[in-house]
């Protein structure tokens, strides 16, 4: 029986942590783990559930649903934990679940006489491998993050986007989902099938369903030719309405004390790889240690040593002079290209505005910088990240006959707008890109060196005030902080809070999304009537994608 014939059925048929002791857990018939303890990639936030689960395969997935309903517990599911959030974390009476065992191909097809393939695979394998097995076959995926450890499930599961005017949320490369829901069917989702139930999973946060297999739409395997400019802060700012659309890959690390920027641009190509001359300073052993010293000692001795760290560091890893229309360059396979160096444990706040709005809010966040430094009040740590990418979706299907492999731009495995897409929702789709249907992202970024907490309250508080006046929303996977104003009517603020310690958004949130949130909610309360998913229902409660 093919798969999408059979819509709603009862199946009968390496996470970071460490572990002490196992159970056989007797009504689930699988091995329980005790005393694991989950800790996320930036080491920001741990959890120690009940019981951590690891299934082979989808059967072993419904028996931990269809007990933790009977048993009255909740679980999260977990990947690479590269969120550097809490929202993956388990009350102690709650579980946790990993899908690294679920990492079959399960079916490849080529279609459009080679322009596109679509690949079935169970949820739990890694963006990296993905690629490895497509790139066997002569494809690849279409376009990523910064990074490629999260699990096919994870990388869809909070928005994930690369920077791009020609691309928008990975989730749009998605043909359809297989779920499993809260009570234990196994669910087929697509454009046409449940199309309500797939927009909600598309960005489901964790709480639609557990996804255990995935089509993801690849293209054929290409390399990026990419330019690579040290340019002035005020060059950006100048060249703001040309430079976001002059190539199909883009992306800029702003240095505001040094008041310098690099400038990445890439296109595809049919050159040949060629070894890249760019040397990083702190990619060598000595340089990345003395890069962190430093750093620690921003930190914990002298704050005021900071923006001399950026300028020496800068210097070292790019050099001083500008090279605006005369970068170095590099050919590199597309995930090499895509892919960068996030060095060290990171505090991570991002947000998404309009991209016309650009140059009004950096040229805000720079005065309140360099002021900030002046009076000692606080330091930011580089790069600023600052991205686009184009989520706006065609009203149909396109034609990709003409296409050839260095064509720009997506082949869409879906167009539905997932309803907790944090882009702005009033861009509009148009074949000719302009800067008039992007969203800008900027990522602040603060380093934990060796594992100590830099404050980031106020830095982070002052740009999601910024970001937020020019129309902004902040990316569901990162350190978004809020304020105790914001939390839902009846919701008791803590007496205290930690420095870096999430208050929450309820209300922004719930005047943001609007109808959409109210339609993503009824679903997940459709999907997941007993609140198995909710292992972390603080975190649902005070962002207000949970209703008290």
């Known amino acids: 029986m093919d798969e999408k014939d059979s819509i709603i059925s009862s199946s009968s048929s390496t996470t970071t942590g460490t572990t002490s002791s196992a159970i056989i857990d007797p009504m689930a018939g699988l091995n329980g783990i005790k005393n694991y303890t989950f800790k996320n990639w930036a080491g920001i936030f741990s959890c120690k559930p009940q019981l951590f689960f690891q299934p082979s395969n989808i059967d072993e997935v419904t028996k931990i649903i269809l007990n933790a309903y009977k048993e009255g517990k909740t679980f999260t599911v977990i990947g690479s934990g590269h969120s550097p959030s809490d929202l993956c974390c388990a009350n102690p009476n709650g579980w946790l679940v990993n899908l690294d065992k679920l990492n079959?191909?399960?079916?490849?097809?080529?279609?459009?006489?080679?322009?596109?393939?679509?690949?079935?695979?169970?949820?739990?394998?890694?963006?990296?491998k993905l690629n490895e097995i497509l790139g066997a076959k002569g494809y690849t995926i279409q376009n990523l993050g910064s990074i490629s450890e999260q699990s096919v499930a994870g990388i869809t599961a909070t928005g994930t986007h690369g920077s791009s005017a020609f691309h928008g949320l990975v989730s749009s490369q998605y043909v359809n989902l297989t779920i499993i829901n809260g009570k234990g069917e196994l669910i087929y989702l697509d454009s046409e099938t449940n199309?309500?139930?797939?927009?909600?999973?598309?960005?489901?946060?964790?709480?639609?369903?557990?996804?255990?297999?995935?089509?993801?739409?690849?293209?054929?395997?290409?390399?990026?030719?990419?330019?690579?400019?040290?340019?002035h802060?005020?060059?950006?700012?100048?060249?703001?309405?040309?430079?976001?659309t002059s190539s199909e890959f883009i992306r800029c690390w702003w240095y505001p004390y040094t008041r310098k920027c690099v400038l990445w641009r890439g296109n595809k190509t049919t050159e040949q790889v060629h070894e890249v001359t760019r040397k990083s300073w702190?990619?060598?052993?000595?340089?990345?240690?003395?890069?962190?010293?430093?750093?620690?000692?921003?930190?914990?001795?002298?704050?005021?040593?900071?923006?001399?760290?950026?300028?020496?560091?800068?210097?070292?890893?790019?050099?001083?002079?500008?090279?605006?229309?005369?970068?170095?360059?590099?050919?590199q396979d597309s995930i090499d290209g895509l892919n960068m160096d996030c060095l060290f444990s990171q505090f991570v706040d991002e947000w998404g505005c309009p991209l016309l709005n650009g140059p009004e809010v950096l040229r805000s966040l720079d005065h309140s910088i360099q002021q900030a430094a002046s009076n000692k009040e606080f330091y930011v740590h580089v790069p600023i990240e600052v991205r686009c990418s184009n989520t706006t979706l065609p009203p149909h299907q396109l034609d990709y006959s003409h296409r050839t492999s260095t064509s720009k731009g997506a082949v869409y495995g879906n167009i539905l707008r997932p309803y907790l897409d944090a882009t702005p929702r009033d861009l509009q789709y148009a074949e000719h890109v302009t800067n008039n249907q992007l969203t800008l992202y900027i990522n602040a970024t603060i380093y934990r060196p060796f594992g100590a907490n830099t404050p980031i309250h106020k830095w982070f508080?002052?740009?999601?005030?910024?970001?937020?006046?020019?129309?902004?929303?902040?990316?569901?996977?990162?350190?978004?902080?809020?304020?105790?104003?914001?939390?839902?009517?009846?919701?008791?603020?803590?007496?205290?809070?930690?420095?870096?310690?999430?208050?929450?958004?309820?209300?922004?949130?719930?005047?943001?999304?609007?109808?959409d949130l109210i339609k993503w909610q009824q679903i997940r309360?459709?999907?997941?009537?007993?609140?198995?998913?909710?292992?972390?229902?603080?975190?649902?409660?005070?962002?207000?994608?949970?209703e008290i």
């Open 104 to 128: 079959r191909v399960l079916d490849f097809k080529v279609y459009d006489g080679g322009n596109y393939a679509d690949i079935t695979v169970e949820a739990g394998l890694r963006v990296y």
């Open 195 to 231: 199309q309500d139930v797939f927009r909600a999973a598309l960005l489901s946060l964790g709480k639609i369903g557990v996804i255990v297999k995935a089509t993801i739409r690849a293209i054929p395997k290409y390399k990026i030719k990419s330019t690579q400019e040290v340019i």
């Open 233 to 244: 802060f005020e060059t950006l700012l100048e060249k703001w309405d040309d430079i976001w």
């Open 282 to 331: 702190w990619g060598t052993k000595f340089g990345r240690i003395f890069y962190e010293c430093l750093l620690w000692i921003s930190v914990k001795i002298y704050p005021g040593i900071t923006p001399f760290v950026e300028s020496f560091v800068f210097n070292r890893q790019y050099g001083a002079v500008e090279t605006f229309g005369n970068g170095d360059v590099a050919i």
């Open 461 to 515: 508080t002052l740009f999601e005030h910024t970001m937020g006046a020019a129309g902004g929303k902040p990316h569901w996977a990162k350190n978004f902080l809020g304020d105790v104003s914001m939390l839902p009517k009846g919701v008791k603020p803590k007496e205290k809070y930690l420095d870096y310690e999430m208050r929450g958004m309820a209300s922004e949130i719930i005047k943001w999304y609007g109808e």
């Open 525 to 546: 309360k459709q999907q997941d009537p007993n609140g198995v998913f909710l292992a972390n229902k603080d975190w649902c409660i005070r962002n207000g994608i949970l």
